[in-house]
């Protein structure tokens, strides 16, 4: 850069001059103006004053052979408001991220991005919770759609700031039948909708339920004291082995009755005594033979025969009374269970197990019992018998069907028999309106009016649907199934595919289930559960 100054008039910025016959040769040459400052002073137009008109120019310039570069005043971009985006990375990854839990977007916008990692820079992720080696940690999946901010509208610092649910990417519980639940249902990677971690709450006005799941494992550690209190029914159940330690002392203690079932063996061993003890009766059965201790002082003991051996001394004595043996027509104390004693045991233990699909949690187990009288028994159904209204013949020829095939069901997936027998009356008009295919008439043994969804087994029939607000009528794909035992299996089947329903499994009670499928949004009637209560009392089911 040169500066001068001079009176030539012509110089002006963005203009070049040749300058010749420099005092030095070399600075001969083209030269190109860059800025230019003009002095001008005019002579005054009054008569009689002095003064001369006069200008000057002070000048920069460069060589012309040098490339000139304005000086770069563009501002730098910013960007105005958040924005989506889609979570990305390479092929085959779910997830993907670095050590500071950033992740690869790419923006609706860009159509020369490649949809994987190298679609963006890394994006920071915004936390409920960041501390130095604490706090939350939620790392959006890829395909996960996202909300970019950038920091001071700077478009070089992109933070995302929250993500948000689309077509594609629905919420974990059907909305708005389940607006009244909260948590977090997390996804095995590369799992499917069944395999989750999860943490639910249900806040509906006296129906609140916390719901936890461990997909496989699940550990607790309390580094001091725990405590847990269960204000009314606890139930506990355990797929595999347990094992129960205490360093110390323990003490077990039940106000009310306690039973206690095993399905093979038993063995209890103690080091030092060992104590039972009783305050009227105590009584040691099996099968044909008993022996029982009363408070009175009385022992009773019965059996078919005994057999007393000891290798030293022995002695029986009666303080004051009389010893008989042999006794004519003498009667037992007590008598025994009999031999269908086992079978009965394990029928209880049977009992306390009900059918569960694997995967899902265990049903509630019904309350078993083991008669200890003084013959076999068998487990009593205590309900009082309940008046049904007789139905029409071929009513009552659809129930008996469906019924016994929901039964059956239920001993392989644990859907209440009730439920689906109330399921099928309800959405079929007993029997009525089974889609049947308006071409050939062919019947589908659809009770539950399931579409075909690319299914090739399937019938076309009428239904209706509201359209614009109007109910029309519309020529629509059933699913067609061989039987009505197979309507019912793929029916249970939906049920325990789907996620949204699985903690309905942890109980077997039949008014439970008709309510959490409401809940759950099976139907959008909303008296749905009362129509199925109502039918299951009407059939006695209850």
């Known amino acids: 850069m040169v500066s001068g100054s001079g009176t030539a008039t012509g110089i002006a910025p963005g203009y070049t001059f040749a300058l010749l016959n420099a005092p030095h040769f070399s600075d001969n040459g083209k030269y190109l103006v860059t800025s230019a400052h003009y002095d001008f002073e005019e002579n005054s137009y009054a008569s009689g004053d002095v003064g001369a008109t006069r200008h000057n120019i002070d000048f920069t310039v460069l060589p012309a052979a040098v490339t000139y570069r304005a000086k770069p005043e563009t501002p730098w971009p910013k960007t105005h408001g958040p924005q989506t985006a889609k979570?990305?990375?390479?092929?085959?990854?779910?997830?993907?991220?670095?050590?500071?839990?950033?992740?690869?977007?790419?923006?609706?916008?860009?159509?020369?991005?490649?949809?994987?990692?190298?679609?963006?820079?890394?994006?920071?992720?915004?936390?409920?919770?960041?501390?130095?080696?604490f706090g939350g940690v939620q790392i959006p999946r890829v395909n996960d759609e996202v909300v970019?901010?950038?920091?001071?509208?700077?478009?070089?610092?992109?933070?995302?700031?929250?993500?948000?649910?689309?077509?594609?990417?629905?919420?974990?519980?059907?909305?708005?039948?389940?607006?009244?639940?909260?948590?977090?249902l997390s996804r095995s990677k590369d799992g499917t909708a069944d395999t989750a971690n999860a943490l639910r709450f249900?806040?509906?006005?006296?129906?609140e339920h916390l719901?936890?799941?461990?997909?496989?494992?699940?550990?607790?550690?309390?580094?001091?004291?725990?405590?847990?209190?269960?204000?009314?029914?606890?139930s506990h159940y355990a797929g595999g082995n347990e094992l129960y330690r205490v360093e110390t002392n323990r003490v077990h203690g039940v106000k009310g009755g306690e039973e206690r079932l095993t399905g093979q063996g038993k063995i209890d061993n103690v080091v030092d005594t060992y104590v039972l003890g009783s305050g009227t009766k105590l009584r040691l059965e099996c099968g044909e033979s008993a022996i029982e201790l009363n408070a009175n002082g009385h022992i009773n003991i019965v059996g078919k025969g005994f057999n007393l051996f000891v290798n030293g001394d022995g002695h029986i004595t009666t303080s004051g009374g009389k010893l008989n043996l042999n006794t004519?027509?003498?009667?037992?104390?007590?008598?025994?269970?009999?031999?269908?004693?086992?079978?009965?045991?394990?029928?209880?233990?049977?009992?306390?197990?009900?059918?569960?699909?694997?995967?899902q949690a265990a049903p509630a187990a019904p309350k078993a019992k083991v008669e200890h009288a003084k013959s076999p028994s068998t487990p009593v159904n205590n309900k009082t018998e309940k008046k049904v209204r007789p139905l029409p013949p071929e009513k009552q020829a659809f129930f008996d069907k469906v019924y016994a095939a929901a039964q059956a069901d239920e001993k392989k997936t644990g859907v209440p028999a009730q439920v689906t027998t109330a399921q099928a009356i309800l959405e079929s008009d007993w029997g009525k309106r089974v889609p049947t295919d308006v071409n050939t008439n062919k019947v589908s043994n659809n009770l539950f009016g399931v579409k075909a969804h690319g299914s090739p087994n399937y019938v076309e029939s009428w239904t209706h649907e509201n359209i614009n607000g109007k109910r029309v009528p519309v020529l629509?794909?059933?699913?067609?199934?061989?039987?009505?035992?197979?309507?019912?299996?793929?029916?249970?089947?939906?049920?325990?595919?789907?996620?949204?329903?699985?903690?309905?499994?942890?109980?077997?009670?039949?008014?439970?289930?008709?309510?959490?499928l409401q809940d759950k949004g099976y139907a959008t009637d909303p008296n749905y559960a009362k129509s199925l209560i109502s039918v299951m009392k009407g059939r006695g089911l209850l």
């Open 328 to 359: 004519s027509g003498a009667q037992p104390g007590t008598g025994a269970p009999g031999a269908g004693h086992k079978g009965n045991i394990n029928q209880a233990v049977v009992n306390l197990f009900p059918p569960k699909q694997k995967g």
């Open 148 to 184: 970019v901010d950038f920091i001071n509208g700077d478009p070089d610092r992109p933070l995302i700031i929250g993500r948000v649910y689309n077509e594609a990417s629905m919420p974990p519980w059907a909305l708005p039948a389940a607006a009244t639940q909260m948590g977090f």
């Open 87 to 133: 979570v990305v990375g390479p092929k085959g990854e779910s997830i993907w991220t670095d050590k500071y839990g950033r992740v690869k977007v790419k923006f609706h916008w860009d159509r020369l991005a490649k949809g994987d990692d190298t679609s963006s820079c890394w994006v920071r992720v915004s936390s409920a919770w960041a501390g130095q080696g």
């Open 476 to 516: 629509d794909k059933f699913a067609s199934y061989d039987s009505v035992d197979e309507s019912i299996e793929q029916h249970s089947q939906f049920l325990i595919k789907n996620q949204r329903y699985s903690s309905l499994f942890q109980s077997s009670d039949p008014v439970e289930w008709a309510k959490g």
């Open 211 to 234: 719901w936890i799941q461990a997909q496989k494992n699940m550990d607790t550690h309390v580094k001091n004291d725990s405590s847990h209190s269960v204000a009314n029914n606890h």
């Open 202 to 207: 249900e806040d509906k006005a006296g129906e």
